[in-house]
């Protein structure tokens, strides 16, 4: 099993629907999380880190849950820009432990 | 304003030739981080620096060398013995937090034949 597992998608909704994304981590010790976006052939970019009461950063909703040992990322409203891959990483505790999921890849439609 | 530079942006080699991608950050982070991406898969750790003067093996180190003799600076060598050489490496760069989120350079895409 892999230690940060996201399901690849594509991911293909219209303008101005929701649309959610699971991320699953193997490891219980894990301590912080965050969310990336990369747009195709450019550098990842935090989008937002992901507290344990979960928070909100505009349209975009991020949530953790440790019991089940997955983090969530919800985005409403969706806008044509949200097209992109968004990486899903996950800190055990040190800069060696960090690790990145494979990335989900949504597609906006018009 | 504040970021890190990676150069070049795009990088040709042929076989057998050694290769050094820059990597410079004037954000006053202590921590800065070498990954290499491949089509569909996770970032993974090449090296890593907490300190100056100090680094770290991570994941795939082998065929790869590194420097950080400034805290600014963090060159990585893609040597002859790195047998799959052609990816996309990007730098990044931290506080020393464990909750720090990364900031990345643009990237350097390397292609060997």
């Known amino acids: 099993r892999k230690e940060v597992e996201q399901d690849p998608g594509p991911f293909n909704v219209p303008e101005g629907a929701t649309v959610a994304f699971n991320c699953t981590y193997s490891n219980s010790a894990s301590q912080s999380f965050f969310w990336y976006r990369q747009d195709c052939r450019k550098e990842p970019k935090l989008l937002m880190s992901v507290y344990s009461s979960g928070n909100e950063d505009g349209r975009f909703t991020a949530q953790l849950n440790r019991a089940s040992q997955y983090i969530s990322l919800l985005i409403r409203d969706s806008k044509l820009s949200d097209s992109a891959t968004y990486l899903c990483v996950v800190n055990k505790g040190s800069a060696r432990q960090l690790t990145f999921g494979s990335g989900t890849q949504l597609t906006v439609l018009p | 304003d504040g970021g890190i530079t990676q150069s070049p942006k795009y990088l040709f080699r042929k076989e057998g030739q050694n290769v050094t991608l820059s990597c410079e950050q004037n954000?006053?982070?202590?921590?800065m981080y070498w990954y290499r991406q491949d089509p569909g898969q996770g970032l993974r750790l090449i090296y890593y620096s907490q300190i100056v003067n100090d680094f770290q093996k991570g994941d795939i180190a082998e065929g790869y060398s590194v420097s950080r003799e400034k805290k600014e600076s963090f060159p990585l060598t893609v040597t002859s013995a790195q047998k799959n050489p052609t990816a996309f490496y990007l730098c990044?760069?931290?506080?020393?937090?464990?909750?720090?989120?990364?900031?990345f350079g643009n990237g350097t895409r390397l292609t060997v034949t």
């Open positions: 990044a760069s931290s506080i020393t937090s464990v909750n720090s989120p990364l900031h």
């Open positions: 954000l006053n982070h202590d921590a």
